[in-house]
T-cell receptor, first 112, second 114 residues
Framework: GENVEQHPSTLSVQEGDSAVIKCTYS??????FPWYKQELGKGPQLIIDIRSNVGEKKDQRIAVTLNKTAKHFSLHITETQPEDSAVYFC???????????FGTGTKLQVIP | ETGVTQTPRHLVMGMTNKKSLKCEQH?????MYWYKQSAKKPLELMFVYSLEERVENNSVPSRFSPECPNSSHLFLHLHTLQPEDSALYLC?????????????FGQGTRLTVV
């Protein structure tokens, strides 16, 4: 089955700096890679996703890159703000969420 | 507000109790899921319903029993739980497509078994 590894488990950055979270996956059949943000007391919410036919996707301060050959994908947050503080999860799947594998999460703290 | 509503938000139950968690979505999705979220562990998929039929049961103990009466509602019936079952239980829904789509999560039920 799929195995997703996520690093780092915790990350502290100064407000305004960039944050990078990395994930690797094992199943070459995985073709959809979402990133979820989970704030305290809430469920995870999608912030960005990328499909296997694309190498990079950007949405304002958030970007995701995918290297299919190396089987890794990364989340980049620029100009971090205190409200970016949360736990971030990566995931890899092909088709429906019955085949999804989530990473273990990264707790991001943005220090004002 | 994600469009997926879970009740109750918090639940404390004894090991001999029977309780049910409820999930509701009106997003028109064709699949619903129960996940267990424990500290320092990846999200664990418990049950999947696609078009109201259960498609996967990841060897979850029988003290957890799901029910999906229609495409908008999902229940998780709990009985004779153990303290290690204490966790955040998340419901999610998605429109299953071959290329993958976003899953919408509820806010979860924080379950404590005493």
């Amino acid at each position: 089955g799929e195995n997703v590894e996520q690093h780092p488990s915790t990350l502290s950055v100064q407000e305004g700096d960039s944050a990078v979270i990395k994930c690797t996956y094992s199943d070459s059949a995985s073709n959809y890679f979402p990133w979820y943000k989970q704030e305290l007391g809430k469920g995870p919410q999608l912030i960005i996703d990328i499909r296997s036919n694309v190498g990079e996707k950007k949405d304002q301060r958030i970007a995701v890159t995918l290297n299919k050959t190396a089987k890794h994908f990364s989340l980049h947050i620029t100009e971090t703000q205190p409200e970016d503080s949360a736990v971030y999860f990566c995931a890899a799947l092909s088709g429906g969420y019955q085949k999804v594998t989530f990473g273990t999460g990264t707790k991001l703290q943005v220090i004002p | 507000e994600t469009g997926v509503t879970q009740t109750p938000r918090h639940l404390v139950m004894g090991m001999t109790n029977k309780k049910s968690l409820k999930c509701e979505q009106h997003l028109g999705h064709n699949a619903m899921y129960w996940y267990k979220q424990s500290a320092k562990k990846p999200l664990e998929l418990m049950f999947v319903y696609s078009l109201e039929e259960r498609v996967e049961n990841n060897s979850v103990p029988s003290r957890f029993s799901p029910e999906c009466p229609n495409s908008s509602h999902l229940f998780l019936h709990l009985h004779t739980l153990q303290p290690e079952d204490s966790a955040l239980y998340l419901c999610a829904s998605s429109q299953d497509l071959p290329g993958g789509t976003e899953a919408f999560f509820g806010q979860g039920t924080r379950l404590t078994v005493v």
